[in-house]
């Protein structure tokens, strides 16, 4: 009876790591892999960068945070084709989302800062943004107790910096991962997860050869790509991509490949906001990337598949920003 008792134990345990692993073999054959969720070791860090994220009073008029262009109610992004910064500047590019940010190779769409806490210092000082300093942004900063005190509990220290600035606000980047997206559930096993429509998508998406930019947990923001391979891209835009990063004429007009997470939420599309919708982008990227024309089917398909990527927004109680002081420098939005 023990014994055969042991043969049951010992073949469902090894039934099920069988299981186990033919689920992780099929999960690394195909070019995307499910989103973790995000793992924090530093909650208070994590806790000031998200206000400071939300403080509009890193900007020169005390109007615009990292949430406007990056909104979390809206997908990371601001549904606009170009942002819209001091003084109601018309940006020059597309704001990339925000959500799943830390699984890219580099920041902006030309790459020019190497990580999260690199980019997080960029928006404040540009003129065409946020129009601040660094400078005047810490001693605005520094004039808030609250803001002193928090320094103090996360660093160690009452001096407060922009190195400490960028750093708790990528530690709250860091946890803006969308995972438990329908075709992450399908990936892990559910095979009802996603409709049979969406599935021929998928497989359409892979036979066109869009995943061999379009891969990774991200589904994409891997690598840098020339915008117009077998056709030129026409825009006005006049960024020229990773091209100003290198100074190197073979990266004219290569930008970093978009992750493809959630970007039902992420209109308008590519670094110029010229395509409207999913199903526009789709026939754009078929015809100058692939040199692919897909029917009306297919590319609703494709565009069915594409929208099974939208994971868990990330969700969090709105941070409670502390009050200005007396001393604390007073915005001037107009000036």
């Known amino acids: 009876m023990i014994r055969i008792l042991w043969i049951a134990v010992t073949t469902l345990f090894l039934g099920s790591t069988w ?38 009073r890193l900007s020169k008029s005390g109007f615009i945070s990292c949430n406007s262009c990056h909104n979390l109610s809206m997908g990371g ?52 943004e946020m129009a601040f300093t660094h400078d005047l942004a810490i001693t605005m900063l520094a004039s808030i107790p609250q803001y002193v005190e928090e320094f103090e509990r996360v660093f160690d220290t009452r001096v407060v910096d922009i190195d400490g600035v960028t750093k708790a606000i990528a530690a709250f980047e860091e946890t803006l991962v969308t995972p438990n997206a329908r075709f992450d559930r399908w990936l892990k096993g559910d095979r009802s997860a996603i409709t049979a429509t969406e599935l021929e998508g998928y497989q359409l998406f892979k036979s066109s050869g869009c995943a061999m930019c379009h891969n990774g947990p991200a589904a994409g923001g891997r690598t840098f790509r020339k915008m117009g391979i077998v056709e030129p891209y026409r825009t006005d835009n006049p960024a020229e991509g990773r ?53 009306p089917q297919e590319n609703a398909k494709i565009v069915a598949f594409l929208k099974t990527l939208t994971g868990d927004q990330p969700s969090f109680q709105l941070p409670q920003l502390p009050p200005s002081s007396d001393a604390t420098p007073r915005p001037n939005p107009f000036d």
């Open 19 to 56: 299981l186990s692993a033919q689920r992780m073999d099929t999960m690394a054959m195909h070019p995307i892999q499910p989103i973790a969720p995000a793992t924090v070791t530093n909650q208070p860090m994590v806790d000031l960068g998200a206000k400071l994220f939300f403080d509009p």
């Open 77 to 128: 992004s601001d549904n606009l084709a170009t942002s819209i910064g001091d003084r109601w500047q018309q940006g020059p590019i597309n704001a990339p989302t925000v959500l799943n940010s830390s699984m890219s190779v580099a920041q902006f769409w030309d790459g020019r800062a190497r990580d999260l806490k690199e980019q997080a210092g960029g928006p404040i000082a540009n003129p065409g």
């Open 243 to 295: 091209f100003a990063v290198t100074g190197r004429d073979a990266d004219r007009f290569s930008f970093k490949v978009p992750s493809l997470r959630n970007v039902e939420l992420t209109y308008p599309y590519f670094h110029d906001g010229a395509a409207d919708t999913l199903a526009e982008s789709v026939d754009v990227m078929g015809r100058i990337q692939l040199g692919k024309r897909y029917s």
